[in-house]
Structures are given as C-alpha cells and as structure tokens.
C-alpha cells in the first residue's frame, strides 16, 4: 500500500499571500489530520476531517482551513500568510474511527511539506 | 488538559550500548500512546504504540517501550544502538473515549550516536 503523500513538498511564499497544501491519505483511510511542526512550539493539531467533516480543531487562528473531498484526500489552506506561518507541515491518515478496531486509532504521517514565508 | 513530557532535550550514546527515552503524560485516563521517529527534513514513522494488553510492547527496528500507569510513563528502550538511530523521537498521546484524531506530542528528543 502506498503511504501518505503531501504536495508540494517544499514552499517559498511571501507575507500576506496564500497558500493550499494537499495530502493524500493511505488508500482505505478516511480520517485525515494535519499538523503544524515548528521549533519554538513543536508538533501542533491543527483539525480533522473524516468523511468531508471537521470534526476538531486546534487552537489556530481562522486564516487556517481546511476540507476534505469525497475521495477522502484533504487540502488545507493558510491565508494572509505570515512569518510565523514558516513551518513543517504534515498530514496522517488513519482507518475507519469508532469501527471497534483500536488499530485504526493509528495515524500514520506524510512527509510533509516545508513553507518558507519571507 | 492532556500534555506529554519528554524530560531529555538531548541524548548522546555510543554506537552498541542501550538507549532509554524517558516520556510522561497527564492524562485522566490510560489514552493511546505512541512513539514516533523521525529523520531531518522527513515526516512522523511509527516505532510502536499501546492500546491495551501486554505493557511491554515490541516495534520496529528493535525499539520496545513499557506502560507503567502508576508513574504515567512510557519510555522507550533499545538495547544496542546503530548509527542509523540518530534522529528526533516524539511520543505522543490520543484519546482514548473520544479517539485518535488528535495527538497531543512532546517536544521530542533528539539522539545522537557517538561512533
């Protein structure tokens, strides 16, 4: 089975543009979740979504969004882009949640896509 | 709240000699828990995980990690270290009622091995 990939990998953009990251999860999967990854604050969630829903949300600031398609793959979206905004950012995947099977409670990372914000 | 403690900032072994990574969480109850390692420039790969069962679980590459609920712990162990080891190790905590979707992380430990 192929893993979790993410595009683009790497991102150069400038203050107050906007960005849209993608992931597509583990064939199967319907539950994907996405990370912030900084020095300073370290790995933090930002939401999930599960069958085309927002089912958590981090602490973030509104400017970060997300959706989720039919076909289960996920895009987040991070507008007015600031400095702070520079990070690792990595989507998981897992099963099928609440299906009884604590193995699919496992999520399982991309690589991640890298955002410089100049 | 939920929160992870991973104590060592730092670790540096020697190449063949044991590792222990210490990690602490506060949690209400037994949540899921998980190490994960990952390499300069690369996403999260699952080491192990405990839901329930045998405290002593096996993952791969030869790391192990023991649940101990009276100390909150679940540190990570291997007994010889190889210098394809160095990297930063994360564990990480999920809930258990609610599920999974949301893993609240430590600030990871970064080994490095000595040759």
């Known amino acids: 089975k192929a893993g979790v990939t993410q595009t683009p990998r790497y991102l150069i953009k400038t203050r107050g543009q906007q960005v849209t990251l993608s992931c597509s999860p583990i064939?199967?999967?319907?539950?994907v979740s996405w990370y912030q990854q900084t020095p300073g604050q370290g790995l933090q969630f930002l939401f999930e979504?599960?069958?085309?829903?927002?089912?958590n949300k981090g602490n973030f600031p509104g400017r970060f969004s997300g959706r989720q398609f039919s076909n289960s793959r996920s895009e987040m979206n991070v507008s007015t882009l600031e400095l702070g905004d520079s990070a690792l950012y990595l989507c998981?995947?897992?099963?099928?949640?609440?299906?009884?099977?604590?193995?699919?409670?496992?999520?399982?990372f991309g690589p991640g896509t890298r955002l410089l914000v100049l | 709240a939920q929160s992870v403690t991973q104590p060592d900032i730092h670790i540096t072994v020697s190449e063949g000699a044991s590792l222990e990574l210490r990690c602490n969480y506060s949690?209400?109850?037994?949540?899921?828990l998980f190490w994960y390692v990952q390499s300069p420039g690369q996403g999260l790969q699952l080491l192990l995980k405990?839901?329930?069962?045998?405290?002593l679980v096996q993952g791969i590459k030869g790391f192990e990690a023991e649940f101990k609920r009276s100390q909150s712990s679940f540190n990570l162990r291997k007994p010889s270290v190889h210098w394809s080891d160095a990297a930063e190790y994360f564990c990480?905590?999920?809930?258990?009622?609610?599920?999974?979707?949301?893993?609240?992380f430590g600030q990871g430990t970064r080994l490095t091995i000595n040759p």
């Open positions: 064939s199967g999967h319907r539950s």
């Open positions: 949690y209400g109850a037994t949540p899921y």
């Open positions: 979504y599960f069958s085309e829903t927002q089912r």
């Open positions: 990480a905590v999920g809930d258990r009622i609610q599920g999974a979707q949301k893993l609240v």
């Open positions: 405990y839901f329930s069962g045998d405290t």
């Open positions: 998981a995947s897992r099963g099928s949640p609440a299906s009884g099977n604590p193995s699919a409670e496992t999520q399982y």
